[in-house]
């Protein structure tokens, strides 16, 4: 009681750090940089966390995975509580937030990955609300890849099916001047309003419409050769 913190005090008076032991073992350093170590995790009653509380304090909190974990068991005094825990077994290592702040990683003091509490991820970007929203991983400024699997359903081999009514070419013609667009295909004004093209959406209506093509090509060749073959009868007619 009493005492004066300037002359009173547990601690160096250099540049060495401050070691707490127990059964002759160290389980506590206090760095003379100012921040604390602890040598091992490993602690007699299983896996345990050890946190610092809002008020600077460190706790040691059992990780009871399977039943209620505290709350904000890893708050470190800030407004974005994180846990950072391993050797876990089954669960493995953990790196989050334990509520719903976002997860950010950094480097050079500037965020590069956001995760935010709904899962989606934004790699340079913050992940959007929105129209686009209900896609997972977001990446600003594009991405470099070897090669990209896009998987999608039924593929369009059915226009070749021959009970698939094709559209004839003048309803093909009529459709075209009063939507501007293929048909299967979305406008420019609905792919405005979606946010972006889908690209495995996109691939399977464009086949769509590469194969209906080849039918169109293969129905005017044969209507070709047959006024061909009907000159060539009227030509021989003729002499």
Known sequence: AGTTPGTHFIGTT???DVVFKSNGAESLRLLSSGGARLPSLSFAHGYQLVVADSTGRLRVLSDNYYGTVPPDPCEHGSSLPWTLCGNHVPVGAR??????AAL???TNDVTRITISSLGKVGIGTVPPEGA???YRLFVDDGI??????VKHGDWPDFVFAKNYHLRSLPDLRTYLKE???LPTLP???ELKAQGGVALGDIAHC???NAEEQALYILQLEEKLERMEQRLKVLETSQH
């Open 14 to 16: 250099d540049n060495t």
């Open 95 to 100: 790196l989050g937030t334990t509520n719903a």
């Open 104 to 106: 950010r990683l950094m």
């Open 132 to 134: 686009v929203g209900q």
């Open 144 to 149: 470099v890849a070897r090669d990209v699997l």
């Open 179 to 181: 939507n501007a667009h």
């Open 187 to 189: 406008s420019a004004a």
């Open 206 to 208: 464009l086949t769509r």
